[in-house]
């Protein structure tokens, strides 16, 4: 059995800044880069060696959750094929559990797929087993929001262009991000736009129409609320730009923002209460969620 050592090793708790690795194409996360994503059976093959380790160890999947501060369901996620295992825990779960490396060397072994930078890949994790979101935009609306055809729009807009086939890969990837909205336990979602977003015709007329009904239908849905911040407001909390905040499972709270070559994903608490603050005082600058709704009925009366 490898010693276990006394102190917590911490793990994913730094801001993570990726430069000049994608350009915004609408709507956050837009899954352009140069690295993949990684095979999902050969995931599930680097999960069920992890889990063979740490059951050799001694471990169970708290304990091992708790030597690196990353929490139980993390680990089992991993060992599950569900999310990918890092680099960089590899190399420290190595180091504890005695593999001389094995899993390291799996890892870099892994065939790849799919055209996913690594860093988006770690936030599409969180975000798909995140127990809450709180997103605010003011170029584009939400990607958790937006209608096939409105990503189509959003993606055929890119500069460099797109070919047809890249930007469909791109399209079906958004579309399957919102099956979050299917689970068993949906998260908790607050969504705050811009006004100037809600009225832009994106796409085309048909689109605009169909987005709106869409965002209509889903401000009713339970756990879900959506807030318009209006034109013409003498104070506004977030002209920095569009953020995402997420509470994972852990209850570990992340943050998101983007500028048109760079990204970040942050833990850092200090940071990610600035952007809580934020986003507190845009909800309460924002119309209401009833009158959001009838700003909604009202645009689609017009049409």
């Given at each position: 059995?490898?010693?276990?050592?006394?102190?917590?090793?911490?793990?994913?708790?730094?801001?993570?800044?990726?430069?000049?690795?994608?350009?915004?194409?609408?709507?956050?996360?837009?899954?352009?880069?140069?690295?993949?994503?990684?095979?999902?059976?050969?995931?599930?093959?680097?999960?069920?060696?992890l889990a063979l380790y740490r059951q050799a160890a001694g471990h169970t999947q708290r304990s091992l959750g708790e030597r690196f501060v990353i929490g139980e369901q993390q680990i089992a996620s991993i060992e599950q094929g569900r999310r990918p295992l890092?680099?960089?825990?590899?190399?420290?779960?190595?180091?504890?559990?005695?593999?001389?490396?094995?899993?390291?060397?799996?890892?870099?072994?892994?065939?790849?797929?799919?055209?996913?930078?690594?860093?988006?890949?770690?936030?599409?994790?969180?975000e798909r087993e995140a127990i809450a979101i709180s997103s605010y935009e003011n170029q584009v609306l939400p990607g958790l929001l937006q209608t096939e055809a409105y990503a189509r729009a959003v993606f055929r807009s890119r500069i460099p262009m797109l070919s047809e086939a890249k930007a469909e890969q791109h399209v079906a990837k958004r579309t399957e991000r919102q099956e979050i909205f299917h689970r068993e336990e949906p998260p908790i979602t607050c969504f705050v736009i811009w006004e100037?977003?809600?009225?832009?015709?994106?796409?085309g007329d048909q689109v605009y129409v169909a987005q709106l009904r869409h965002l209509r239908e889903h401000s009713e849905l339970p756990g879900l609320t959506l807030q318009v911040l209006p034109l013409g407001r003498t104070a506004h909390a977030a002209l920095d730009g569009p953020f995402v905040l997420l509470e994972t499972p852990e209850h570990q709270r992340l943050a998101y923002t983007e500028t048109q070559r760079g990204s970040q994903l942050i833990a850092d608490p200090d940071e990610v209460a600035i952007l809580t603050q934020r986003c507190a005082m845009l909800r309460s600058q924002a119309l209401n969620p009833e009158d959001t709704r009838d700003l909604l009925d009202r645009l689609l009366g017009d049409q």
């Open positions: 059995m490898a010693m276990m050592r006394q102190s917590a090793l911490p793990y994913g708790r730094s801001v993570r800044v990726r430069d000049g690795e994608r350009t915004r194409a609408g709507g956050e996360f837009d899954l352009m880069g140069t690295t993949t994503r990684r095979n999902a059976s050969a995931m599930k093959m680097v999960g069920a060696l890092k680099p960089d825990l590899a190399e420290q779960l190595d180091e504890l559990l005695g593999t001389k490396g094995a899993l390291s060397v799996a890892l870099s072994r892994m065939p790849e797929v799919d055209l996913v930078p690594l860093w988006a890949e770690e936030y599409l994790d969180r100037a977003v809600l009225r832009d015709h994106l796409g």
